[in-house]
T-cell receptor, first 112, second 115 residues
């Protein structure tokens, strides 16, 4: 089944404790992206990747890192999480930068 | 840069009644337009898209949208809603030219279908 998977689905952590949210797609998509969803703000793009080893900042990249060492994986790294990063995070992929995106199920992160 | 405005944050509607969810965009160049739906506790999935051609676009689950270039709108409609349509709907826009262009999402409209 074609899908985008994210892990974990739920995470509660404390300020400053490094964490990684994994994202994997099995559709051989070139383009991958991370979004955060906050009430009243919709989806805002954090980082995106056009292909392996090609990443760039989105609208709200501060406090986040990404890597794209393999085509299928696009992990989101929070080196020192803060409470303002409490949010619902979505990973998405598409065949290329012009096609519709397929979204993962989301990761709800709470930073205390 | 482009922008998207979803005029209604919440839309309550009775079951089997028609519904229209409004979306207006702003862009100085041609655009691609999308509607995504997010069911509770799930990720977004594509409802329909407009890339070019006919301005009336049909999507899944009986939804359709009409691209109106003069009014810069892409409103989503369904003639008769079902309880299962209760979800949040997002309009999105992307510039149609110039290499990579990011997608801009609206803030979403929550559709509540009342039995």
């Amino acid at each position: 089944e074609a899908q985008v998977t994210q892990n974990p689905r739920y995470l509660i952590t404390v300020t400053g404790k490094k964490l990684t949210v994994t994202c994997s797609q099995n559709m051989n998509h070139e383009y991958m992206s991370w979004y955060r969803q906050d009430p009243g703000l919709g989806l805002r793009q954090i980082y995106y990747s056009m292909n392996v080893e090609v990443t760039d900042k989105g609208d709200v990249p501060e406090g986040y890192k990404v890597s794209r060492k393999e085509k299928r994986n696009f992990p989101l790294i929070l080196e020192s999480p803060s409470p303002n990063q409490t949010s619902l995070y979505f990973c998405a992929s598409s065949l290329n930068a012009y096609n519709e995106q397929f979204f993962g199920p989301g990761t709800r992160l709470t930073v205390l | 840069a482009q922008s998207v405005t979803q005029l209604d944050s919440q839309v309550p509607v009775f079951e089997e009644a028609p519904v229209e969810l409004r979306c207006n965009y702003s862009s100085s160049v041609s655009v691609y337009l999308f509607w995504y739906v997010q069911y509770p506790n799930q990720g977004l999935q594509l409802l329909l898209k407009y890339l070019s051609g006919s301005t009336l676009v049909k999507g899944i689950n009986g939804f359709e949208a009409e691209f109106n270039k003069s009014q810069t709108s892409f409103h989503l409609r369904k003639p008769s809603v079902h309880i299962s349509d209760t979800a949040e709907y997002f309009c999105a826009v992307r510039r149609a030219s110039g290499g990579y262009q990011k997608v801009t999402f609206g803030i979403g409209t929550k559709l509540q279908v009342i039995p």
